[in-house]
């Protein structure tokens, strides 16, 4: 009970800002965000794999359920689904060349899928082209009130309560020990009997699932989509947000969301270039912080225990 009292201060934030829709939009693309962010964990942080191109199973998410429901009148909690489960396809068919590089090269490769995705998406006339789907519906699918930000945040945070269950559990399976395992020495892994096949495309399958379905929420959330919403940066800024906040911890990944999502917002008056801070931010966690911000609440733990 106590690994979830953590959640408490996310359910109470929305609460001081109830007058103020637009700080509470915000505060619903930052838990779609850490979705997406918790995706590229698993694939990084559990399996090892190094991708730089999840912003194309966003792009797939939020493509797929903004067609189906835009163009097909599908409701949104099914569109939300199949969004989900065709990012995981292509994730499984992207993690192939997984079997055969790793590293350095299979960070290109996913780079190149991404950067052609983002190209494709610009061809078809069904995605709108270039210039994207517009006026896409807010969906019932957000609990009473459809277009509150308050409820749509709970909503998004509700998923996050429900995905860091699930990964909880897989954590102390078999399968969450034989992905450690894979992580740390896929030689060793396989002499213990670890099924590198199964596993890396199960962790492809899996990051590129959680990315579909925060791509389905980013679309009904903006209303808009284009192609240039999904380029290379948004795949390095998902990486980065596991970097920052801390890796294999989903209120980690929160955290690197808020900061990657929420302090652009909070700059935005002032005349202040948000990538040179974030530019420098990131540097100095990684040479004092390596285990994200996070690591600065075990560090207070660590006082408070008097362990030196």
Same mark, same amino acid.
């Given at each position: 009970?106590?690994?979830?009292? #953590?959640? /408490?201060?996310?359910?109470?934030?929305?609460?001081?800002?109830?007058?103020?829709?637009?700080?509470?939009?915000?505060?619903?693309?930052?838990? @779609?965000?850490?979705?997406?962010?918790?995706?590229?964990?698993?694939?990084?942080? #559990?399996?090892?794999?190094?991708?730089?191109? $999840?912003?194309?199973?966003?792009?797939?998410?939020?493509?797929?359920?903004?067609?189906?429901?835009?163009?097909?009148?599908?409701?949104? !909690?099914?569109?939300?689904?199949?969004?989900?489960?065709? =990012?995981?396809?292509?994730?499984?068919?992207? +993690?192939?060349? =997984?079997? %055969?590089?790793?590293?350095?090269?299979? =960070?290109?490769?996913?780079?190149?899928?991404?950067?052609?995705?983002?190209?494709?998406?610009?061809?078809?006339?069904?995605?709108? +082209?270039?210039?994207?789907?517009?006026?896409?519906?807010?969906?019932?699918? #957000?609990?009473?009130?459809?277009?509150?930000?308050?409820?749509?945040?709970?909503?998004?945070?509700?998923?996050?309560? *429900?995905?860091?269950?699930?990964?909880?559990?897989?954590?102390?399976?078999?399968?969450? !020990?034989?992905?450690?395992?894979?992580?740390?020495?896929?030689?060793?892994? %396989? &002499?213990?009997?670890? $099924?590198?096949?199964?596993?890396?495309? =199960?962790?492809?399958?899996?990051?590129?699932?959680?990315?579909?379905?925060?791509?389905?929420?980013?679309?009904?959330?903006?209303?808009?989509?284009?192609?240039?919403?999904?380029?290379?940066?948004?795949?390095?800024?998902?990486?980065?947000?596991? /970097?920052?906040?801390?890796? +294999?911890?989903?209120?980690?990944?929160? @955290?690197? &969301?808020?900061?990657?999502? +929420?302090?652009?917002? *909070?700059?935005?008056?002032?005349?202040?270039? @948000?990538?040179?801070?974030?530019?420098?931010?990131?540097?100095?966690?990684?040479?004092?912080?390596?285990?994200?911000?996070?690591?600065?609440?075990? @560090?207070?733990? !660590?006082?408070?225990?008097?362990?030196?």
């Amino acid at each position: 009970m106590k690994k979830y009292l #953590w959640f /408490i201060p996310f359910v109470l934030v929305p609460l001081p800002f109830l007058g103020y829709p637009f700080l509470l939009s915000i505060f619903v693309l930052i838990g @779609i965000y850490t979705i997406a962010a918790i995706g590229m964990d698993v694939l990084t942080t #559990w399996a090892g794999q190094i991708s730089i191109g $999840n912003a194309a199973f966003f792009a797939v998410g939020a493509y797929t359920s903004a067609i189906l429901v835009v163009n097909f009148h599908v409701p949104f !909690l099914i569109a939300f689904l199949i969004s989900g489960l065709f =990012a995981m396809i292509i994730g499984i068919v992207v +993690g192939l060349p =997984a079997l %055969r590089v790793s590293g350095f090269y299979l =960070a290109v490769v996913t780079m190149a899928f991404g950067i052609a995705v983002q190209q494709v998406i610009g061809v078809f006339q069904i995605t709108g +082209g270039y210039n994207g789907i517009r006026n896409i519906p807010v969906p019932s699918f #957000w609990i009473f009130k459809a277009s509150n930000p308050v409820y749509q945040y709970y909503v998004v945070l509700t998923i996050i309560f *429900l995905i860091f269950i699930v990964l909880s559990r897989i954590s102390f399976s078999k399968s969450g !020990l034989a992905l450690f395992a894979m992580r740390d020495s896929e030689i060793a892994a %396989r &002499a213990f009997g670890v $099924n590198l096949l199964k596993y890396k495309l =199960a962790a492809f399958a899996a990051s590129a699932a959680l990315t579909g379905l925060a791509g389905s929420l980013y679309a009904s959330a903006i209303g808009f989509i284009s192609p240039s919403q999904f380029d290379l940066t948004l795949s390095l800024d998902l990486l980065a947000m596991v /970097i920052v906040g801390g890796a +294999g911890s989903v209120m980690g990944v929160m @955290i690197g &969301a808020a900061f990657f999502v +929420g302090l652009p917002f *909070l700059l935005s008056g002032y005349n202040i270039s @948000i990538t040179i801070i974030q530019g420098v931010a990131l540097i100095v966690i990684l040479l004092f912080l390596p285990k994200g911000l996070l690591q600065i609440f075990k @560090i207070r733990d !660590l006082f408070k225990k008097k362990v030196i």
